[in-house]
């Protein structure tokens, strides 16, 4: 016989249910108590939330019925405490009631708070006399946890509770099949899956409920890594041609290259060539602070590659971005830089640009160009992957901003390489915490940059609030304008295009926030800025615009970009030394960082303003304050990763979509690290994982369908 939700839900039941997930008794079990009421506590009676429902456990001191005066029928008040305060309960035409809630029991009840005469109460909720309901308790029981469910709609609480107590006593043996091996289990004194749904669903003591949670995190980093650990023994197992000649190319550029490289810059370059000579692709993650030199990192990648005589693109998530990288490599190639595809010497590199908004002509020609190897490097957008382009001998991949990308577009990208697989290389534009590395990106080698080139950084923030201090704009503009005076060059960012009024969730005041068109027009008013020119960047500009404002910026044709977060990454203006951010309590500390990161590259002092319409004491203030105190990108990721909550920071991932429900990337790095060297132990001696089918079966159960590597064998 095997047990099935129809035989205890209605079709009706079943709906609620699979709004919460479940749809089977497998995820039945896993749905487990948001809390426990532990016996001898009470809930305290002052803190019920009114017009809610309520799980609260309390002490009957008296018990009464009535008839009623107006009314036909009977009242039963029921007068609880908590050990400070009491309530009233009334439950209607329900004498019978009298014999049950004797004074003395402990019960527990859960119905809707209302008011009556301005006093807290429930009306007839269900209850649960703890001392004589259906598990059969011993003296030690008494104090065991109660089980608190999250709420689904018309399945009341002890109904829920009773059912899934039902079915783990005639459940099939499958159902508790463990994805957690042995041995592991017994070295970490964990639960077997059986025992610790028991221990959820009929706990037995506060203790043993507590392991039994540990051991949900536990299955969690197994899946994860198990699936990671699979994945990386896959991609060790594609071919690709080694590249590791160090030709003309990279000799020229090693040359020529005006500063000493960084130390971690060198250890980097060393790990991506080892790996570059492989046999086997490389898939290789490459981090570090904005301004740390990544695009020399990566350049000096795609140089060995065409040495040996393999294609290298790059892949960015826009155009702006793509045409920015561009720019990069020009400017650090200089005069090596072939101007045709017919080169003059050995030691020049061909690089081109495609992007979606190119003319079909030129792009057609461009195709061509790369289809017959007439191009070594190529930079682009999403282009890059449409079924026009195809490439003589694509060796290497490097893809900017990763969590950008889908995995399936990594893979379009590596389908055309052919019979052999391009090596690849993952850029983020931002610091990576360890933990998120481990957990996101921990299918990668990693190599980071963590170090800075010396003298390129010399920015000094101020946090201002034009709440507190609205003076300050007109001293701020006064600045812009020295500035500019100098022959430097400010930015101005707002973020959003258009002006709006906000209203405060909080004061409920309107406010009125400027878009980067509107501030534009002010300044360009503003007597303090007499003189000054403006330029205008947003993300409604056709590309020509676009491209025309940076260039008149970057020449200094305009004193003031006024801009959007378009300029967010990769936008490199070496003589900006100023910018000032209004509404910076809109943006993110990382966006922030890398925002403030556009200027003082080239080792001038540069100032960057935090402006916000929220008083200093605002909590939003706080971040500003964590910003304006240091330039350190991977104390502000970690900063960010301490106070945003993990879901911002997993839910810009691939993983954003996984059902990890217990693990926290944030304080369970110990078993994500401890958990990694079991799934390596485990998948090198059983890479199918077909030994443990339930781990697979789990794999595919919480990591997100196009992510999931394991295929369930049906
Ligand atoms: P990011 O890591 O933010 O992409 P970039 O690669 O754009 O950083 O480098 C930022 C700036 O620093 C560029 O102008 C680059 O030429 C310069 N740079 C890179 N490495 C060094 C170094 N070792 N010494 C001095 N300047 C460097
Ligand atoms: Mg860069």
Request: glycine share 6%; with cysteine; charged share 25%.
């Amino acid at each position: 016989m095997s047990a099935r939700l129809d035989d205890y839900f209605t079709a009706r039941d079943r709906g609620a249910l699979k709004k919460r997930g479940i749809t089977s008794v497998g995820d039945l079990f896993r749905f487990f108590p948001r809390r426990f009421l532990v016996p001898g506590e009470k809930t305290p009676l002052g803190g019920l939330p009114l017009g809610e429902t309520a799980i609260l456990q309390a002490e009957v001191i008296s018990v009464d019925t009535r008839r009623m005066q107006r009314r036909r029928g009977t009242i039963t008040d029921v007068i609880v405490h908590d050990g400070q305060q009491s309530m009233k309960i009334a439950f209607f035409n329900q004498k019978w009631l009298d014999s049950q809630l004797l004074p003395g029991l402990t019960v527990v009840f859960a119905g809707k708070v209302e008011e009556y005469r301005g006093q807290l109460t429930l009306n007839s909720p269900t209850w649960l006399n703890r001392d004589e309901h259906d598990v059969k308790w011993t003296p030690e029981d008494l104090n065991s946890p109660f089980p608190v469910y999250p709420r689904v709609k018309g399945i009341a609480q002890a109904r829920l509770w009773k059912a899934i107590k039902i079915l783990l006593d005639v459940a099939d043996p499958e159902e508790f099949e463990d994805p957690l091996p042995k041995v592991m289990r017994e070295n970490l004194d964990l639960p077997d899956l059986r025992t610790a749904f028991d221990d959820m669903h009929r706990p037995r003591t506060a203790a043993a409920t507590e392991k039994a949670k540990q051991r949900w995190k536990w299955e969690e980093a197994l899946a994860l890594q198990a699936e990671f650990v699979s994945r990386k023994a896959d991609y060790a197992k594609l071919e690709a041609t080694p590249l590791l000649n160090v030709g003309a190319k990279a000799l020229r550029f090693d040359e020529n290259l005006p500063f000493t490289l960084t130390s971690s810059q060198v250890t980097a370059g060393e790990e991506i060539s080892s790996d570059l000579g492989q046999k086997t692709a490389m898939h290789r993650l490459l981090h570090g602070d904005v301004g740390s030199g990544k695009t020399v990192v990566a350049l000096r990648a795609m140089l060995t590659a065409v040495d040996s005589k393999a294609q290298a693109a790059m892949l960015a998530p826009t155009e702006v971005l793509a045409s920015q990288h561009f720019a990069s490599i020009e400017r650090l190639l200089g005069e090596q830089m072939a101007l045709s595809p017919l080169l003059s010497d050995e030691s020049q590199v061909r690089v081109a640009l495609l992007t979606g908004s190119m003319p079909a002509r030129e792009r057609r020609q461009l195709a061509l160009d790369l289809a017959t190897g007439q191009i070594d490097i190529v930079v682009g957008t999403h282009a890059l992957m449409s079924d026009s382009t195809m490439f003589d001998n694509l060796g290497l991949i490097v893809v900017d901003e990763q969590h950008r990308f889908g995995v399936e577009q990594r893979e379009a990208l590596r389908a055309k390489a052919g019979t052999k697989v391009p090596h690849t290389l993952v850029m983020s534009a931002t610091p990576i915490p360890r933990t998120v590395a481990m957990t996101v990106f921990a299918d990668l080698d990693v190599s980071t940059l963590d170090d800075m080139p010396a003298g390129t950084k010399d920015i000094t923030t101020h946090a201002v609030s034009l709440a507190d201090h609205p003076q300050w704009l007109a001293r701020v503009h006064e600045l812009l304008a020295q500035t500019a005076g100098r022959g430097e060059g400010g930015f101005v960012v707002a973020p959003r295009i258009e002006s709006s009024d906000i209203e405060d969730a909080e004061t409920e005041k309107v406010e009125h926030h400027l878009g980067v068109i509107d501030l534009k027009e002010r300044m360009e008013n503003a007597s303090e800025l007499a003189g000054l020119t403006f330029g205008l960047l947003h993300g409604k500009l056709s590309t020509l615009e676009k491209d025309r404002a940076m260039r008149e910026f970057v020449s200094g044709d305009i004193d003031v970009l006024v801009a959007t977060t378009v300029i967010e990454v990769g936008v490199d203006v070496p003589r900006a030394t100023m910018m000032i951010i209004h509404d910076a309590d809109r943006f993110g500390v990382a966006q922030l960082h890398q925002l403030r990161g556009r200027i003082g590259r080239d080792g001038r002092q540069a100032i960057c303003f935090l402006l916000s319409g929220r008083p200093e004491v605002d909590e939003s203030f706080d971040r500003l304050r964590a910003v304006a105190e240091t330039l350190d990108g991977f104390v502000l990721a970690e900063y960010d990763l301490d106070n945003r909550g993990e879901g911002d920071v997993l839910g810009a991932s691939q993983w954003g979509g996984s059902s990890l429900r217990h693990l926290s990337v944030l304080r369970d790095a110990a078993i994500v690290e401890a958990a990694r060297a079991y799934a390596e132990k485990i998948v090198s001696v059983d890479p199918e994982l077909s030994s443990i089918p339930a781990l697979r079966a789990f794999i595919n159960r919480v990591l997100p369908a196009e992510s999931a590597h394991f295929i369930e064998a049906s």
